[in-house]
Nanobody, 121 residues
Framework: QVQLMESGGGLVQAGGSLRLSCAAS????????MGWYRQAPGRQRELVAR???????NYADFVEDRFTISRDNAKNTLYLDMSSLKSEDTAVYYC???????????????WGQGTQVTVFS
């Protein structure tokens, strides 16, 4: 088990920046994948960005090079640096950590409680 605690959300003007952090209660080095997802009111949760143990990253198309995901295994923390924020980025942002086994039945997924990001014009 692991607890994930997000922080860094808040109210920001369009064009501004925020850094989200996700602190884990134990080592994150064994998580094959970690990522950020978001959910806006009335919409499904969607992937924002993810990063593997090896440091490979991928981003949703809507990110458009505005966000950067990173992980610091020594600090057991995942980050999302967001810049050029738009009103449509307003959502609750969730941290995710997952382990992937040879058999999917052994896969494990963990989620944080979420942090609200509100971008105003």
């Amino acid at each position: 088990q692991v607890q994930l605690m997000e922080s860094g959300g808040g109210l920001v003007q369009a064009g501004g920046s925020l850094r989200l952090s996700c602190a884990a209660s134990r080592s994150i080095s064994n998580f094959n994948t970690m990522g950020w997802y978001r959910q806006a009111p009335g919409r499904q949760r969607e992937l924002v960005a993810r990063i593997t143990t090896g440091g490979s990253t991928n981003y949703a198309d809507f990110v458009e090079d505005r966000f950067t995901i990173s992980r610091d295994n020594a600090k057991n923390t995942l980050y999302l640096d967001m810049s050029s924020l738009k009103s449509e980025d307003t959502a609750v942002y969730y941290c995710h950590a997952g382990t992937r086994a040879l058999s999917p039945k052994y896969d494990r997924d963990y989620w944080g409680q979420g942090t609200q990001v509100t971008v105003f014009s």
